[in-house]
């Protein structure tokens, strides 16, 4: 079976990117391109981690006009990425022009769409404008993206159980927000241990600077490994 965990590689050089790549093992994980990454070294990145066996998912979060969006999720799938998302919240044609075009081009990428910024507690929901709570938002959104005709989902671990239970087990829950008992938040709000996650629900762990900023990042993904073992 595939390993659940997706390393987020958030750095502004290739090399540091690169370094850290070196250490991981694609057997054991995939790897997660961002916006840092990705705007500073360009496809380049994505080339040299499938070059070392990596599947990479490009997280560049696309959010704008249906035809913007379609035309950009294909210029990744082209790029031979294994995953891309969009922000749900960018509406239902947004999502089918996306999935569309994978579709009509018999592109195997998955398509997820980001629900609500693990990044976000329920209080900073309000101030956008939004007056469900996070649980409720999640599961509007994660709805509208399979009924979109998308792969699954970015949502927090908290809220995979009630994605499971709106969108059935094969609905992919990709959780960030994931923290090992050694790691600090950060600027994470919706947080969850690897173990907890995947007894929730999560399909795909996404973590990133608990391994990436870690004295010993090798000693810090094993220890992940280890506690997700057997789950
Ligand atoms: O809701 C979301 C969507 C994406 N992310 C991304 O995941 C990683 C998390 O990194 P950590 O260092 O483990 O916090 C990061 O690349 C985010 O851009 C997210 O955190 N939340």
Redesign the pocket.
Known sequence: MQSPLII?L?YAKLDDALAIADLLDPATCRV?V??ELFTAEGPLVLRALRNRGFEVFL?L?FHDIPNTVAKAVLAAADQGVWMV?VHASGGRRMMEAAADILEKHSMKTLLTA???????AGSELAEVGITSTIDEQVERLAQLAQASGLDGV???AREARRVRQCCGDDFLKVT????PWF?AA???QRITTPAQALDDGSTHL????????ADDPSKALAEVLREIEGH
């Open positions: 987020a958030d997660k961002g916006k997280d979060k998302n980001v629900t609500v910024l693990t990044s976000l970015v949502c927090s960030p927000g994931i923290r790691a950060n600027d994470q996404v973590i990133g600077r608990p391994v990436t900023q």
